[in-house]
């Protein structure tokens, strides 16, 4: 079974850290191909100094902290106020859930997190910003924990923030994404899991918008916002509403 946040007692889950999460100091005890990150840590991680504990793998996906502010923002301010539950499919090293945390925006937000390891360093980097408290920790495959907890989602409450992988760092080489081949999730299965849901889907800069249009529930429309730093565009989000 699965571990959560809440566990015995009502006593919180903690998740210990990992022979896998590393706090680096210096550049030569970081492996070559994230030295490039690490390099631009404090633009990922305005706290970094104070501890900030990341997978090696972690460093590809991570969103610069930012980017997820502003997501942060744009998203609590585009769906309803009646919205206050939010649940991040792939949470990651902690990101975005922090930044939506911060945003004081939601009741209730609940981030899923598969690997253990990088669950934990969310939760260690969410206690360093001083929101761990405000967050329930899932340590599932984000699927099977939203179809197991399908009957006691409210979708009149819950929005879906998704930030998936997107199958490594070779996606920079596409002049134009493709999402169906997105590994190890295609855009189509993720939404496919949220579609009864507001969602926002954290996706590849170059990402084909025709693949994206083609999600947008008849009615409506789908906004698609490039977020950008120093004058860079690092990803794009598209923010999709529920499908009735």
């Not at 191909?33 to 390099?39: A, L, N, R, V």
């Not at 609590?76 to 009646?82: D, K, N, R």
Request: charged content about 20%.
């Amino acid at each position: 079974m699965a571990a959560t946040e809440t566990a015995v007692d009502g006593i919180a889950k903690t998740f210990p850290l990992t022979e896998e999460c590393h706090h680096y100091t210096r550049r030569q005890d970081v492996e070559f191909d994230i030295q490039k990150y690490w390099g631009q840590r404090y633009s990922i991680w305005s706290l970094y100094d104070e501890g900030i504990c990341m997978t090696d793998d972690a460093w590809f996906g991570v969103t610069p902290e930012p980017i997820a502010n502003k997501v942060a923002e744009d998203f609590g301010g585009l769906v309803s106020p009646s919205k206050s539950v939010l649940i991040d499919m792939f949470a990651g090293a902690g990101g975005n859930v922090i930044a939506f945390a911060l945003s004081e925006r939601w009741s209730t937000i609940i981030a899923i997190e598969k690997n253990p390891s990088v669950i934990a360093c969310a939760q260690h980097n969410a206690t360093i910003y001083g929101v761990a408290d405000q967050i329930t920790w899932i340590n599932d495959d984000s699927f099977s924990y939203m179809s197991a907890y399908s009957s006691s989602i409210d979708p009149s409450k819950t929005v879906i923030f998704a930030s998936p992988p997107w199958g490594g760092p070779g996606y920079r080489y596409d002049e134009i994404f493709n999402l169906q081949t997105m590994e190890p999730y295609s855009h189509k299965q993720i939404h496919e899991a949220c579609r009864g849901m507001d969602s926002a889907l954290f996706l590849p800069r170059t990402s084909d918008l025709r693949q994206i249009a083609k999600l947008t529930p008849e009615g409506k429309k789908i906004e698609v916002v490039q977020y950008c730093m120093e004058g860079a565009s690092k990803a794009l989000v598209a923010y999709i509403p529920a499908s009735i």
